[in-house]
Structure formats: structure tokens, C-alpha cells
């Protein structure tokens, strides 16, 4: 069994930071391209950031220059760093990693963790 777990979300001020962390964790082969996306209330979800197992970053344009994505592949673990939030980014944040499994070693497929409340609000 396989599974994501998001942690670090919260209530911050306009202009604050948050981390949030994503630790995959069970019967993992390997992991190829992980991603971090958000729902607002009423909204789509919607793609934040990705980054390849070998480190390269693509980001939605309202977030370049404030977020930052990374990984740990020796950890199973990838990061998003958020500075300069803005009561737009209030969201449910997701973390997606697409992963081979022992029970589907040969085929990547999607996973999802549960989702991480981030609230933006003086």
C-alpha cells in the first residue's frame, strides 16, 4: 500500500510563508515527476508546480517568483516553499507523485494525498 501525506498547512497573514512538506511512503519502486496542486472553494482544481525526479521545475505563472518546489528523493519527500502569500492562494493544497508500486512495478500511475488547508486572511 501506498500513500501521500501532506503537512504544513495553515492560517497565515497576507505576506507570511508557509512550508508544506508531501512524504510518500509504502511499497515504492520508484518515483517520477511529483507535483503540488490547489483547490479553492468553488474552483477547479488547479496545477501549482511540478518538478522531475531530476530536479526540474515548471510553475503556474500566479505563483513564479513566490513558491519554490523541491524534492528529497532519498527521503521520498518533496517540498513547496510559499513566500509572499496572498489571500488568492487560500486553498485545499494537494500532492500528487506519479510512482511505480511492487504491486504495478512496470507502469507509473497517479497518486494523491489527502490535501492540506492553507488559509491566507488578516
Known amino acids: 500500500q501506498v500513500q501521500l501525506v501532506e503537512s504544513g498547512g495553515g492560517l497565515v497573514q497576507p505576506g507570511g510563508s508557509l512550508r508544506l512538506s508531501c512524504a510518500a511512503s509504502?511499497?515504492?519502486?520508484?518515483?517520477?515527476?511529483m507535483g503540488w496542486y490547489r483547490q479553492a472553494p468553488g474552483k477547479q482544481r488547479e496545477l501549482v508546480a511540478t518538478?522531475?525526479?531530476?530536479?526540474?521545475?515548471n510553475y503556474v505563472d500566479s505563483v513564479q517568483g513566490r513558491f519554490t518546489i523541491s524534492r528529497d528523493n532519498a527521503k521520498n519527500t518533496m517540498y513547496l516553499q510559499m513566500n509572499s502569500l496572498k489571500p488568492e492562494d487560500t486553498a485545499v493544497y494537494y500532492c500528487?507523485?506519479?510512482?511505480?508500486?511492487?504491486?504495478?512495478?512496470?507502469?507509473?500511475?497517479?497518486?494523491w494525498g489527502q490535501g492540506t488547508q492553507v488559509t491566507v486572511s488578516s
Open positions: 518538478i522531475t525526479s531530476g530536479g526540474n521545475t
Open positions: 500528487n507523485a506519479e510512482m511505480r508500486t511492487y504491486y504495478s512495478p512496470y507502469n507509473y500511475r497517479p497518486y
Open positions: 509504502g511499497t515504492i519502486v520508484s518515483i517520477s515527476t
